[in-house]
């Protein structure tokens, strides 16, 4: 259990720092337009999104108690 939570700390912690440093990704979207029969017609629309601040300190946040409170753990 402590192994899994340093673990899942570590992983919360560096998902925040790439938040905070980098919050805005891309990614493609694909959206089916007409179906008509077998045939399909699709387009792929590239989107972003942003994570919030608050959502990256709260990555942090979490990571740092988890390996905190890890070697209280059983």
């Given at each position: ?11 919360f912690l560096l998902l925040g ?53 890890s070697p209280k753990l059983k």
């Amino acid at each position: 259990m402590k192994r899994f939570a340093v673990i899942l700390g570590v992983i919360f912690l560096l998902l925040g720092i790439v938040a905070l440093l980098h919050p805005d990704f891309d990614y493609h979207k694909r959206e089916e337009l007409a179906k008509i029969g077998p045939v399909t017609a699709t387009v792929e629309k590239p989107e972003r999104t942003t994570v919030p601040p608050a959502v990256a300190a709260a990555l942090l946040i979490a990571g740092a108690v988890l390996i905190a409170i890890s070697p209280k753990l059983k």
